[in-house]
């Protein structure tokens, strides 16, 4: 079926179940979202601790079909106005991305519709086209999600150089797993955020790191580690721990290391636009020193809305458009790949 009426109008019909959001949109000519459902399972994982992948999985499945239906009803379209299907199929939790991946070539099969799988990080940096109209590559993006964290140059829509990436932990790794040391459970991102607003930022000066062989790569794993040596540090001498000051003087830390490589490379390879993505990027905090520091190199700064930053189906549904425009079409052998590279 070729759906792409005659007008130029493109509708995608966007899937996103990679972790613990099952998510649908419907995107219309790449930058309009006309729906954004996310079905989110963050009550069922906290009692865990974090994400458990069985029980996504098998979440995802109960999900799916209501929230595809959910987001065309929301767009006020059928599958009849559905140009092209884009899916999720990598990187992420292979049974999560299975999901997606299935239920996007199920419907393909059955309508016709063309099927593009679009690839996560992809669709996180593609989340900036979406309120920033006039936003075209290239670019400089720094991605900081909980599986990545990339320094990246967009040189084309979805053609990217990689720069830079994290040696061992991601950036939003790092929040969980201090969070989970300080008592705030999961998910820590989001409530390091808010505890940090108390603390003093400068209380305790945990590390900077730095990778000799590459200034752009990062390194988050000893700041982790830095964490958890103070806070047992403080327990041997029985001296109390000021959760607020912990969670400030952490988070500077990561802000730090991410505004300073970040602008190192907008500065080093000339570029006068930079963007923030990835469920980190809607760190209060961070938004804000990127925005100062932007405006103090004469660089425009870009970044999604927060609902945009975290996992979500309009992002996979821009940046599936431009796959689509590309030529890009997938076949019904497209499986999930739990570790696909950008
Ligand atoms: O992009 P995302 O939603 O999923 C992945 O692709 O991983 O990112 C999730 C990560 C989690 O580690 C979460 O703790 C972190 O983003 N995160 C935050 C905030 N909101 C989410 N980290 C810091 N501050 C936040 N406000
Ligand atoms: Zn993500």
Redesign the pocket.
């Known amino acids: 079926m070729d759906n792409n009426t005659g007008n130029g109008t493109n509708y995608i019909l966007a899937i996103e179940s ?2 613990d959001e099952t998510a649908a949109s419907v995107v219309r000519n790449g930058r309009e979202v006309l729906s954004n459902v996310i079905a989110s399972q963050i009550a069922l994982h906290t009692l865990y601790g974090g994400v458990v992948p069985e029980i996504a999985s098998r979440k995802h499945i109960e999900k799916i079909n209501q929230v595809i239906q959910e987001a065309l009803r929301e767009a006020g379209v059928t599958l009849k106005d559905i140009t092209a299907i884009a899916v999720t199929y990598g990187p992420g939790l292979v049974g999560a991305l299975l999901v997606g991946v299935s239920a996007a070539k199920a419907i393909s099969f059955a309508t016709g519709i063309p099927l593009v799988g679009v690839h ?1 990080i992809n669709g ?1 940096i593609s989340a900036n086209y979406i309120e920033h109209q006039d936003l075209q590559p290239p670019f400089v993006c720094m991605v900081a ?3 990545h964290s990339h320094l990246v140059i967009v040189e084309d829509y979805g053609v990217y150089r990689l720069v830079g990436r994290t040696r061992d932990d991601a950036a ?2 790092a ?2 797993k201090v969070a989970r040391a300080i008592g705030l459970g999961y ?4 409530k ?2 808010r505890l940090a607003r108390e603390g003093n930022p400068d209380a305790i000066p945990f590390p900077r790191a730095k990778v000799a062989e590459n200034e752009y790569d990062f390194s988050f794993s000893g700041l982790k580690s830095a964490v958890l040596n103070y806070l047992n540090s403080c327990e041997m001498k029985g001296e109390p721990v000021c959760q607020a000051d912990v969670a400030a003087s952490f988070q500077r830390a990561v802000i730090d290391v991410c505004v300073e490589h970040s602008m190192a490379a907008v500065r080093e390879f000339g570029f006068d636009r930079f963007a923030i993505a ?3 990027a ?3 905090a961070l938004r804000a020193a990127f925005e100062e520091a932007c405006a103090r190199q004469g660089v425009k700064f870009y970044r999604p809305s927060p609902v945009f930053c ?2 979500n189906a309009a992002m996979i549904g821009v940046a599936g458009y431009y796959e689509y425009l590309r030529g890009v079409r997938h076949g019904y052998d497209l499986n999930a790949v739990p570790n696909l590279n950008l």
């Not at 998910?187 to 989001?190: A, I, M, Q, S, V």
């Open positions: 990679s972790c996560h996180h999600s909980g599986g939003g790794e929040f969980d998910p820590g991102g989001p390091i955020d990835g469920g980190v809607s760190n209060s975290t996992d």
